[in-house]
């Protein structure tokens, strides 16, 4: 059964630093991988997608690696906002269904 | 296109009584997906469909729920005799399965927040 890890379960940062979130998952045999964003009582908004054969994909001030052989996917965040405030969920795909299984995020808090 | 829409946004009700949301996937998905998320945890797989045929079932979802994609468009999901342990935020995601136009990502609506007195 896959599992997907996200440690530390909270973060807080100074506004302007670079920080990396990371995710950790069980089973190798992945589909694909997704960064989702959600802010409090919201959806999920989808950041980034990784395709197994990936290594990485980059949208804006966000990069998101893959290293499917060790079972681990960072987001790294570059010159962090207030704005980036959210909580940061990563999940993983096993089959072409498209099921996730999701870790349960990282609360990330930025301070001006 | 206006995204994945669910309604309603919020639902108070009381043990007992029957509850149903609805999910509007964005045009031309012909995958649906349901998860249930509770405070503090990722959200849980329950359900998908792909057009009207619903292809997997958690065992999450007990005999007092049951969701339906009549048309192939628009889902429901139905809880019946509400427990406190329904308390979550309902998910609704869509996805193209089409060759040539599938990246596998799944796009998610704000979700119906379930609250049970």
């Known amino acids: ?112 | 296109d206006t995204g994945v829409s669910q309604n309603p946004r919020h639902k108070i009700t009381k043990r007992g009584q029957n509850v149903t949301f609805r999910c509007d996937p964005i045009s031309e998905h012909n995958r649906l997906y349901w998860y249930r998320q509770t405070l503090g945890q990722g959200p849980e797989f329950l359900t998908y469909f792909q057009n009207e045929a619903q292809l997997e079932k958690s065992r999450l979802l007990s005999d007092r729920f049951s969701a339906e994609r009549p048309k192939g468009s628009f889902s429901t999901l139905e809880i019946q005799r509400t427990e406190q342990g329904d308390s979550a935020m309902y998910l609704c995601a869509s996805r193209s399965s089409w060759r040539g136009g599938d990246t596998g990502e799944l796009f998610f609506g704000e979700g119906s927040r379930l609250t049970v007195l």
């Open chain 1, 1 to 112: 059964k896959q599992e997907v890890t996200q440690i530390p379960a909270a973060l807080s940062v100074p506004e302007g630093e670079n920080l990396v979130l990371n995710c950790s998952f069980t089973d190798s045999a992945i589909y694909n991988l997704q960064w989702f964003r959600q802010d409090p009582g919201k959806g999920l908004t989808s950041l980034l997608l990784i395709q197994s054969s990936q290594r990485e994909q980059t949208s804006g001030r966000l990069n998101a690696s893959l290293d499917k052989s060790s079972g681990r996917s960072t987001l790294y965040i570059a010159a962090s906002q207030p704005g980036d405030s959210a909580t940061y969920l990563c999940a993983v795909t096993t089959g072409a269904n498209s099921k996730l299984t999701f870790g349960k995020g990282i609360t990330l808090s930025v301070r001006p």
